[in-house]
């Protein structure tokens, strides 16, 4: 079991490209489908790469800035029974990991949504909450419930 220590912003309009001091490590697509929502949730997530594919079984407990989490590795032939098993529709996004001023972070660009978020993962909640955003981020979105994933891909799949 570990803990996830995550901010996560608004950031409409960014482009990597504006910005010469980041530096990028990965760009990845990702489809990302739930199996149990609620305060604990249950996804599958298959991360793509230009050069290969990875797909896993995440477990998440709480909301907010801190989370219970536990990722497994999953076959790809169980990820493909459960992707379809409810013929639900997945949330999609290529997702950009960089560094800007020792900090990692992940840049999620939605596919069908209007939306750009970055996430910032924290090594302690002190670290996390001393954090001074910079100006570039949007609105801190941390605890507003409407952004996390989970409730956006329900209203996806209530349209």
Not at 67 to 87: F, V
Not at 108 to 115: E, N, S
Request: proline share 3%.
């Amino acid at each position: 079991m570990a803990f996830e220590i995550e901010r996560k912003y608004l950031c409409h309009d960014f482009h990597l490209n504006q910005k010469s001091e980041f530096s990028i490590i990965s760009e990845t697509t990702i489809e990302q489908n739930y199996l149990l929502v609620g305060s604990s949730e249950m996804r599958i997530r298959k991360k793509s790469t230009t050069t290969e594919d990875s797909t896993y079984l995440t477990i998440k407990k709480g909301g907010g800035l801190i989370r219970e989490e536990t990722e497994l590795l999953l076959p790809q032939d169980l990820y493909d029974y459960l992707n379809r098993y409810d013929n639900k529709s997945p949330i999609l996004k290529n997702r950009v990991i960089f560094i800007f001023e020792g900090n990692e972070y992940s840049f999620d660009q939605y596919k069908g949504i209007d939306l750009q978020i970055i996430e910032i993962e924290f090594a302690t909640e002190k670290e996390a909450m001393e954090f001074i955003p910079p100006d570039w981020l949007g609105k801190d979105v941390t605890d507003d419930a409407s952004y996390k994933n989970q409730n956006l891909w329900l209203h996806l799949n209530s349209q």
